[in-house]
């Protein structure tokens, strides 16, 4: 498997940035996760919008969802121009409502709400999902293609069990949305890089790559406060960053 990164900054983009997305590809398999602001012309330079075989949105905040509703007019454009025949299979919760009403488009989008669909498979991944601490619905996603296994937390709190979704990931990408200058005193919804690392360890992740980071963050000090608590590869996320697994 091979994990790109299109977009890795929250609760927006700095410049030439986006927010999270990433790109899954397993064979001939490509499925986005998340597709924040900006994500879709980072898509591009890897696949076309109407090559994507699924997506997989983690939850419907707009840091993670603003460019679906753009993927929305490519696929529709894609299968009345005959580049595509069939809608694309979105795999996303269906709350907060008046999100998940969005989430269809005429015959563009297959949505297959994923409180009813907690495992599926494109091609050879297998995809199971699993509920995170966070103020909204919002699921990690587990992909294993027999030979490697990708965790992807999305946006998760310190009251996440990790251990109930995997034992030794190849890759654990997670979050680390606060550093220990702005952490707040009662963090919810959300990680620091330090929590991530000590998360990462507690799993036995063998790589560790650190997402969803405030645009001014420096890559050093991200890295600086999770290296002395994990043991495996630590990586921190940047447009293009790219990861291939087994």
Known sequence: MRWTV???QSPYPGAGGATPGYLLESGERR?????????LSQLDRYCRPYELDAVVLSHLHHDHIADFFVLQYAIRLARQMGRRTSPLTVYAPGVPEKWGRLLTYHDAIDWRPIEKHRET????????????????PCYAVLADNGRSR???????????????????PDLFVCEATYLKRNVPPHPSG?????QAAVAAERIGAKRLLLTHLFPEYAPEEVKREAHPHFSGTLYVAGIGFSIRLG
């Open 6 to 8: 299109l977009g890795y």
């Open 150 to 168: 990708i965790l992807y937390g999305a946006d998760a709190g310190p009251r996440t069990d990790w251990g109930r979704m995997a034992q030794s």
């Open 190 to 194: 959300h990680l620091s890089a330090e």
């Open 121 to 136: 498979s494109v091609g050879s991944v297998r995809l199971s999902f699993h509920r995170t601490d966070h103020p909204i």
């Open 31 to 39: 499925i986005l996760i998340d597709c924040g602001s900006g994500v």
